[in-house]
Antibody, heavy 127, light 110 residues
């Protein structure tokens, strides 16, 4: 069973920085593409960004609202993905989930269907 | 990329069927057969219910079914049960390696 555990959330002032971590187990981590999704209180899901596997070039993509401020990295030795968040804004306040897809019958769904999720870590940006 | 549009609420009585819509554009829902649906109970992480418009992940009851027509995808829950009461979110691949989600629909079992 795939397990994802996020950490690093907390209260930060506008303009501040925070680094979230996601530790994974139960999967071949080096093959996995990891996505961050956030959910503001009482709101819907919002795709934040994704990092591909090393063999796929560790390509990163980001949603427009966070591009240039957030950065995703991975450490395959530690089965960990990090989300570095800089220049935080009040609108970044949300529960941040890491999530990943799956492979089935020779095909993989890394970017279009997320079947494993962490419990989330809360980020509050407020003065 | 704009969020997909879902009705804020839906409801049905036990045993009935209810359908939740998810409207996108020709750049996301209409362009790709990569629509997924997620169920979220209060305080819990989302759970994948449908992928590739109409496919079931292992363990998901086939009471849940998905379809798509043009720029609108739909999730139908048949034989409603009390435990189906939850928030439901749709998602669609939107090209350029980006995913978009809907705002969510709160399903109430009357």
């Amino acid at each position: 069973e795939v397990q994802l555990v996020e950490s690093g959330g907390g209260l930060v002032n506008p303009g501040g920085t925070l680094r979230l971590s996601c530790v994974a187990s139960g999967l071949t981590f080096s093959d996995a593409w990891i996505t961050w999704v956030r959910q503001a209180p009482g709101k819907g899901l919002e795709w934040v960004g994704r990092i591909k596997s090393k063999t796929e070039g560790e390509t990163r993509e980001y949603a427009a609202p966070v591009r240039g401020r957030f950065s995703i990295s991975r450490d395959d030795l530690q089965n960990t993905v990090h989300l570095q968040m800089n220049s935080l804004k009040t609108e970044d306040t949300a529960l941040y989930y890491c999530t990943t897809g799956f492979c089935l019958y020779g095909g993989c769904h890394w970017d279009d269907a997320f079947d494993s999720w962490g419990q989330g870590t809360m980020v509050t940006v407020s003065s | 990329q704009s969020a997909l549009t879902q009705p804020p609420s839906a409801s049905g009585s036990p045993g009935q069927s209810v359908t939740i819509s998810c409207t996108g554009t020709s750049s996301d829902v209409g362009a790709y057969n990569y629509v997924s649906w997620y169920q979220q109970h209060p305080g819990k992480a989302p759970k994948l219910m449908i992928y590739e418009v109409s496919k079931w992940p292992s363990g998901v009851p086939h009471r849940f079914s998905g379809s798509k027509s043009g720029n609108t995808a739909s999730l139908t829950v048949s034989g409603l049960q009390a435990e189906d009461e939850a928030d439901y979110f749709c998602g669609s691949y939107a090209g350029r390696n980006i995913m978009v989600f809907g705002g969510g629909t709160k399903l109430t079992v009357l």
